[in-house]
């Protein structure tokens, strides 16, 4: 089982894996909204535990968003979400209003993650391309954002129940992006965030990316395949 110790990079408190070999790898995956920081933290283990094959050489950190809530047990978020947002998604017009939302904190949660990553690239020597982020929900709003406009050809980005939000800048990236590895889950039940809303997802990041594309019988969630698929990623990296 990993340990973790606790440090603040980038202006946000990050859970680090700890290992006495230098990585060749490093992956940070953000939480959902009003998750505590800690909330993924299970999930390096159960990667390992999925794909022993990056037992070794793989470092894991995950940061807490920057805003408290009042939820109490330490939620957090990357920016506000008003429930109205999420009001009859099925409605295609709804789903192109949160297409179209460009959260006001977004580039400062943006510009969090653009030096969580030069930080650890500095000190482990590590070229960008050995560098996976992903997160879930609203985490992978984020980490989507990062890794089509930071520029930075990262090794790869994991998105875990994700939309589309940004979209002309997401679009506009695009198309200046050189191709790159991407795995996306969604669950065909999932009543925050409907299917269809990751297929649009999915459709855009395909115009440029290679998307492997898992969808599940399930809710809001990651389920075990999603694991899987996920440390597969990162074997390949290695």
Not at 10 to 16: A, H, R
Not at 56 to 75: L, N
Not at 89 to 95: G, I, S, T, V
Not at 120 to 138: D, M, T, Y
């Amino acid at each position: 089982m990993l340990t973790f110790s606790r440090t603040m990079i980038g202006g946000l408190n990050c859970y680090v894996s700890q290992s006495s070999a230098t990585p060749k790898s490093v992956v940070i995956l953000c939480h959902g909204f009003g998750a505590p920081g800690s909330d993924l933290v299970p999930v390096a283990d159960e990667m390992i535990h999925a794909n022993g094959a990056i037992a070794e050489g793989v470092q894991f950190v995950f940061p807490a968003a920057p805003i408290e809530m009042e939820f109490g047990g330490d939620s957090r978020a990357w920016w506000p979400i008003s429930m109205s947002q999420f009001e009859d998604l099925a409605q295609p017009e709804a789903a192109r209003r949160i297409a179209e939302f460009i959260p006001d904190e977004l580039e400062s949660s943006h510009q969090s993650i653009v030096a969580i990553i030069g930080h650890f690239c500095q000190q482990h020597q590590l070229p960008k391309n050995q560098i996976i982020i992903g997160g879930f929900s609203q985490g992978a709003m984020l980490m989507t954002d990062v890794f089509l406009r930071s520029g930075l050809e990262l090794g790869g980005l994991i998105d875990w129940s994700g939309c589309v939000i940004n979209q002309m800048a997401w679009k506009l990236a695009l198309e200046n992006s050189k191709p790159g590895n991407i795995v996306q889950t969604h669950g065909y039940l999932d009543p925050v965030l409907p299917f269809k809303m990751g297929t649009a997802l999915r459709d855009l990041l395909q115009q440029r990316h290679h998307v492997d594309f898992f969808a599940f019988q399930g809710y809001h969630q990651i389920p075990l395949q999603a694991i899987q698929l996920s440390a597969k990623l990162i074997e390949r990296l290695l």
